[in-house]
């Protein structure tokens, strides 16, 4: 009897962007699968060498369903513009085609802790899933929790870090410690799982049916951030301007401040209820999956850098 394999085709949505470009780039180093990048007709992104393109019309479901047909995972990566129904048109069409797996658009959530669905877009997750699990299709979802550098380079809002003007709010007393991710351990844990053999003895993609994968790159508090900054810029606390806030009062003003058309708002809120949380030991990981995936440690400082890099670079997360 041949021994089980893995899955050899594997369709990306969003390969030009953030995390799609990072899990594409990690899946074409292993070398066992055939890529198809799903993308608009208008798309000027630039597909890496070895990655099929095929042009769909999200308006026009034959067109997904043609281009889904003989994949054996969906990866959806979409960009904070995407239209709010593309996620449910790619999962139709998913179903409609015959493909067995989808690894959801909600990086960084847990979809089995129930605080989630206390937040609207935790709703939004589970309207999600439930539509995945309606249509017959499994799914693996990617829990990593937020992704640091994208965090920190950000602005404010998130981290709490202007890394350009030296300034940074710690929430309390900036020591409450989080789960974070950097987009490249992301990318390498998907690459690794694809890599398994669907089905026989564990590890086995199987082994992760309809439910998450838990990886993080570093349990950091805001305090820690500032140092690995330090140790990158060359700077001291000296050199920057420190000031604190309540976490609840951060989640109340942002909250405000979405209200009267401040979209950062959205980010404020929603970071510092994920300290609160965090400090009230509601976002612990059941378990860790680094270890069977063989997912490496990593360096606060690197990842650090390379933040520090993206704010001096003039990089906008709507560029991709």
Known sequence: MAPPKSLENIAVVGATGHIGGV?????????????????????????????????????????????????????????????????????????AA??????PNNYGSDIRNPKLAEDTYGAVIKEQIDEIERLGVAYVSLACAVWYEWSLALGEPWFGFDIKARKVTFFDDGKTVVNTSTWEQCGRAVAALLSLPETGASPALADWKNEPVYIRSFQVSQREMLDSLHRVLGTTDADWTISYEPAAK????????????????VAKTMYAKYFMRSKAGELDFPKLDNAVLGLPEESLDEATKRAVEMVESGWNPLDG
């Open 98 to 103: 015959g493909v067995p797996y989808v690894m």
């Open 250 to 265: 951060r989640a109340q003003d942002g909250q405000a401040e979405l209200a009267n058309g401040v979209l950062t708002g």
């Open 23 to 95: 899990i594409v780039s990690a899946l074409l180093k292993t070398g066992k699968h055939t890529i198809t990048a799903l993308t608009r007709a208008a798309s000027r992104g630039v597909l890496p060498a070895g990655v099929k393109r095929v042009q769909v019309d999200y308006n026009d479901q034959e067109t997904l369903v043609a281009a889904l047909r003989g994949q054996d995972f969906l990866i959806i990566t979409l960009a904070v513009r995407a239209p709010g129904d593309t996620h449910s048109k790619l999962v139709q069409a998913a179903a």
